[in-house]
């Protein structure tokens, strides 16, 4: 497929972790929150900065200007209003006698992008248009025109040909530079091999910890990144579920991923949540970038974070223990 100039982003956008936000100016009730014009803001609860806590966490491209410049050890976010446009590469390649590629096996290219980029990016594994599809999204800094987002995206999918062990099935990536409208392209197999070669002998899967599920944490997760294979039990309880279709009122559940493309740890400490996971619910090279995230936050007074955008619709919603607790009966 040509490269072609998507208007919206291809992608989850990166920001604050879940459950943490930028300090700010204090914001008037029922005003937008600063950098995501037009979008009101949903619930009560303080946040630094201000009187009520802003839309959803890193979010698709669109809500606002990209964020600050991001240096290596910075923790990234899931979803978020306003602090962020995206890079998006998705890559999809078939490697016979091979297992699938997991989400676990996205630390090494983690590594590798942010070195090389000084950001951290959002990454992802999961079956989009029935391919199973790696998934990469950030915002590309010092980079202006179709030119050098070009060449860029061309390096993004050279790492993900190189680094990422398994099998998968195509590749597509979107860039967002300073100042221009993301570039999509997107690969097949055979161009990816035509374009990059052969791929490295020795892409061994990546070694997980072992560790099952818990009700808060995720399992089967990477030694490095926390990048996991299992979602923790609170974000795919029956009770989860039910506050998910409470807050996310514009999804068709009819088409709904079966698994979600990214599961992921955090350091709570930095993040204010324990573990989150994100479904994309539109191809990543379409105009319009739609998805779901779903974050546990542990605590009694703010124990679940959903956060979903749709058709341009954006919904964010923080429940307490109780709520959760209450939701399936």
């Given at each position: 497929m040509e490269p072609q100039h998507n208007p919206h982003g291809g992608g989850p956008q990166?920001?604050?972790?879940?459950?943490?936000?930028?300090?700010?100016?204090?914001?008037?009730?029922g005003g937008p929150h600063p950098g995501v014009p037009g979008q009101p803001l949903q619930g009560g609860g303080p946040y630094p900065g201000g009187p009520q806590q802003p839309p959803p966490f890193p979010?698709?491209?669109?809500?606002?200007?990209p964020p600050p410049r991001r240096r290596t050890g910075l923790v990234v976010g899931l979803v978020a209003g306003g602090v962020?446009?995206?890079?998006v590469a998705v890559a999809v390649v078939l490697i016979l006698d091979s297992r699938p590629t997991r989400i676990s096996d996205l630390a090494d290219l983690h590594d590798s992008i942010e070195a090389e980029y000084e950001t951290e990016p959002f990454l992802g594994v999961g079956e989009i248009d029935g391919r199973h599809t790696v998934y990469v999204s950030m915002h590309v800094y010092g980079v202006?025109?179709?030119?050098?987002?070009?060449?860029?995206?061309?390096?993004?999918?050279?790492?993900?040909?190189?680094?990422?062990?398994?099998?998968f099935e195509?590749?597509?990536?979107?860039?967002?530079?300073?100042?221009d409208a993301p570039f999509v392209r997107s690969m097949t197999t055979g161009e990816l091999r035509e374009e990059f070669g052969s791929r490295p002998g020795g892409l061994e899967p990546v070694e997980t910890n072992g560790r099952e599920p818990?009700?808060?944490?995720?399992?089967?997760?990477?030694?490095?990144?926390?990048y996991c294979?299992?979602?923790a039990e609170a974000l795919v309880s029956e009770n989860t579920r039910a506050l998910v279709e409470r807050a996310c009122r514009e999804v068709d559940w009819r088409g709904f991923p079966a698994e979600p493309i990214q599961i992921r740890n955090h350091d709570q400490e930095r993040s204010g949540a324990e573990s989150s996971m994100t479904y994309l619910l539109s191809p990543p090279t379409s105009a319009r970038t739609d998805f779901v995230t779903v974050a546990v936050l542990g605590g009694r007074d703010a124990?679940?974070?959903?956060?979903?955008?749709?058709?341009?619709?954006?919904?964010?919603?923080?429940?307490?223990?109780?709520?959760?607790?209450?939701?399936?009966?």
């Open positions: 990166y920001g604050p972790p879940p459950g943490q936000y930028p300090p700010g100016p204090p914001v008037q009730g979010g698709p491209p669109g809500f606002g200007p962020a446009l995206v890079v202006h025109g179709a030119g050098e987002l070009r060449g860029n995206a061309d390096r993004v999918l050279e790492l993900v040909w190189e680094e990422v062990p398994g099998s195509q590749a597509a990536v979107s860039l967002v530079g300073d100042s818990t009700l808060h944490r995720a399992g089967e997760c990477s030694r490095t990144r926390d294979n299992a979602p124990f679940l974070e959903v956060s979903c955008l749709v058709d341009g619709d954006a919904a964010y919603e923080t429940y307490t223990r109780a709520d959760y607790e209450d939701a399936a009966g």
